[in-house]
């Protein structure tokens, strides 16, 4: 194993990738590597597998994204035969992964594709007709296609895994496993994990040969580039504090808890003057998109999301991470409070907690290896504001954009009678939320 240090800078070239990338990478102003992607990138074009270990924020995409894309050089696809699969928890970060190895991609001479739920069958079945190399992927719809016989991985040359632990947490192993199991025997592969349990040191044992394993020192270290604070407060007050903090300027991302929740926050948000997205599993994919294309956009934002629906938001600019319910554990802790401080970048993280909250976000804080400030806080006091930068709100309502009517087609009866029922796809919260018996639900959205 290797624990990444600072050690003398090398440039994409030294690592020994092929010159089309590093020119593509000088075009996007790309020309120093993190840490994860020095470390690793050497091994896996040398043909090893890889065991990546790192909190989100690290560079893993281009980590595996550029050798995967050096690796494929010379190699053709066939129809719905592709040649690289990388694995992903939700269609967020699987839309994500491929913004960044599509324009890769195309300076090797390789097409990509997202395969995720939400997004239209015909689409992506017609790419995969047209040879696309490299799918980026859910679970749940890429055995959809699979049971549908639209592919096969028999010809797979790299499968990448991309946040294992949180496709652990979301019950998604029996499907990854089904799904590497029809994988080319003896294809390179490469798992990019933050932590090894509920079952990822399985998959690691079961699935790569003799991986070379690299751990990037600084994210370990990314918790001190943070100032984290639990802020103990009256419930009465916890509104108006909310009200304050989300009015203030620079981007923000408020956690809760549950889909009604987030938008019982949103819409009090909206009511006092605080233009907010929501992002959760109830959300057409669609919606879901331009919330998080405008939240990226915009200088001074407010996003609000639970849990499931946030992971792989890789977003620059979040200066503020705000724990509005508590999370339910101390991964969810980092992972939320991960959304800030990344890249090297300096962010805070305030945690609301009423007085009867105080000691079990106490113990969560503590299992996470974070020491917070613990403060009372009183609506817009001297600490709120010099911390958060909470302002009053305008208490002008957010009147929000309608989209002109469409013509409405005349009623040709029941779309589905006489043909074939039509499948029903749940939200990432039923399909990962809760109790064991969900865990152990495969499909992804």
């Not at 696809?77 to 699987?94: M, N, S, W």
């Not at 890429?142 to 652990?168: G, N, S, Y």
């Not at 943070?226 to 989300?246: G, R």
């Given at each position: 194993?290797s624990?990444?240090?600072?050690?003398?800078q090398?440039?994409?070239?030294?690592?020994?990738?092929?010159?089309?990338?590093?020119?593509?990478?000088?075009?996007?102003g790309?020309?120093?590597?993190?840490?994860?992607?020095?470390?690793?990138?050497?091994d896996?074009?040398?043909?090893?597998?890889?065991?990546g270990?790192?909190?989100?924020?690290?560079?893993?995409t281009?980590?595996?994204?550029?050798?995967?894309?050096?690796?494929?050089?010379g190699?053709?696809?066939?129809?719905?035969k592709p040649?690289?699969?990388?694995?992903?928890?939700?269609?967020e970060?699987?839309?994500?992964?491929?913004?960044v190895?599509?324009?890769?991609?195309?300076?090797?001479g390789?097409?990509s594709?997202?395969?995720?739920?939400?997004?239209?069958?015909?689409?992506?079945?017609?790419?995969?007709?047209?040879?696309?190399?490299?799918?980026?992927?859910?679970?749940?719809?890429?055995?959809?296609?699979?049971?549908?016989?639209?592919?096969r991985?028999?010809?797979?040359q790299i499968?990448?895994?991309?946040?294992?632990?949180?496709?652990?947490?979301?019950?998604?192993l029996?499907?990854?496993?089904?799904?590497?199991?029809?994988?080319?025997?003896?294809?390179?592969?490469?798992?990019?994990s933050a932590?090894?349990?509920?079952?990822v040191?399985?998959?690691?044992r079961?699935?790569?040969?003799?991986?070379r394993?690299?751990?990037?020192k600084?994210?370990?270290g990314?918790?001190a580039?943070?100032?984290?604070?639990?802020?103990?407060?009256n419930?009465?007050e916890?509104?108006?504090?909310?009200?304050?903090?989300?009015?203030r300027?620079?981007?923000?991302?408020?956690?809760v808890?549950?889909?009604?929740?987030?938008?019982k926050?949103?819409?009090?948000?909206s009511s006092?003057?605080?233009?907010?997205?929501?992002l959760h599993?109830?959300?057409?994919?669609?919606?879901r998109t331009?919330t998080?294309?405008?939240f990226?956009?915009?200088?001074?934002?407010?996003l609000v999301?639970?849990?499931v629906?946030?992971?792989?938001?890789?977003?620059?600019?979040i200066d503020?991470?705000?724990?509005?319910?508590?999370?339910a554990?101390?991964?969810?802790?980092?992972?939320?409070?991960?959304?800030?401080a990344?890249?090297?970048?300096?962010?805070?993280?305030?945690?609301?907690?009423?007085?009867k909250e105080?000691?079990?976000?106490?113990g969560i804080?503590?299992?996470?290896?974070?020491?917070?400030?613990?403060?009372?806080?009183r609506?817009?006091?001297e600490?709120?504001?010099?911390?958060?930068?909470?302002?009053?709100p305008?208490?002008?309502?957010?009147?929000?954009?309608?989209?002109?009517?469409?013509?409405?087609?005349?009623?040709?009866?029941p779309?589905?009678?006489?043909?074939?029922?039509r499948?029903?796809?749940?939200?990432?919260e039923?399909?990962?939320?809760?109790?064991?018996?969900?865990?152990?639900?495969?499909?992804?959205?």
């Amino acid at each position: 194993m290797s624990l990444l240090a600072a050690e003398k800078q090398l440039t994409f070239r030294e690592l020994g990738l092929a010159s089309a990338l590093v020119n593509a990478l000088d075009a996007q102003g790309i020309t120093e590597p993190f840490p994860i992607q020095a470390a690793t990138i050497p091994d896996a074009i040398a043909g090893h597998d890889i065991l990546g270990r790192g909190q989100t924020g690290s560079g893993k995409t281009l980590a595996f994204g550029l050798a995967l894309l050096h690796n494929l050089k010379g190699i053709k696809a066939k129809p719905r035969k592709p040649i690289a699969l990388v694995l992903a928890p939700t269609r967020e970060l699987a839309q994500q992964i491929n913004d960044v190895l599509a324009p890769l991609a195309r300076a090797v001479g390789h097409d990509s594709v997202v395969i995720a739920g939400g997004m239209p069958y015909g689409k992506q079945i017609n790419a995969l007709k047209k040879s696309i190399s490299i799918l980026v992927a859910t679970p749940g719809r890429l055995i959809d296609l699979l049971e549908k016989e639209e592919l096969r991985l028999d010809e797979l040359q790299i499968a990448v895994l991309d946040e294992a632990d949180q496709m652990a947490d979301m019950g998604f192993l029996p499907a990854v496993k089904q799904i590497l199991n029809q994988a080319k025997k003896g294809g390179q592969r490469f798992l990019f994990s933050a932590t090894l349990d509920r079952g990822v040191d399985g998959l690691v044992r079961q699935y790569l040969n003799e991986p070379r394993t690299h751990t990037v020192k600084e994210i370990e270290g990314s918790k001190a580039k943070s100032e984290h604070y639990v802020f103990v407060l009256n419930h009465a007050e916890k509104t108006d504090i909310s009200n304050q903090i989300a009015s203030r300027d620079g981007k923000s991302i408020f956690f809760v808890r549950t889909k009604r929740g987030a938008d019982k926050l949103a819409t009090n948000l909206s009511s006092v003057g605080v233009k907010v997205g929501t992002l959760h599993g109830g959300k057409s994919q669609a919606v879901r998109t331009r919330t998080l294309t405008r939240f990226k956009e915009q200088k001074s934002a407010v996003l609000v999301a639970t849990d499931v629906a946030a992971r792989g938001i890789h977003v620059d600019g979040i200066d503020l991470v705000v724990h509005y319910d508590a999370p339910a554990d101390f991964k969810d802790y980092l992972h939320r409070s991960g959304r800030t401080a990344r890249a090297g970048k300096t962010g805070r993280v305030v945690t609301l907690a009423t007085h009867k909250e105080q000691r079990a976000i106490g113990g969560i804080t503590t299992r996470a290896g974070v020491e917070p400030w613990v403060m009372a806080i009183r609506s817009m006091d001297e600490k709120l504001v010099s911390i958060t930068g909470a302002k009053r709100p305008t208490g002008i309502p957010v009147v929000e954009e309608t989209t002109p009517a469409q013509p409405q087609r005349p009623f040709r009866g029941p779309r589905n009678q006489g043909g074939k029922k039509r499948r029903k796809y749940g939200s990432d919260e039923r399909r990962s939320n809760g109790s064991a018996h969900r865990r152990k639900r495969s499909r992804s959205i």
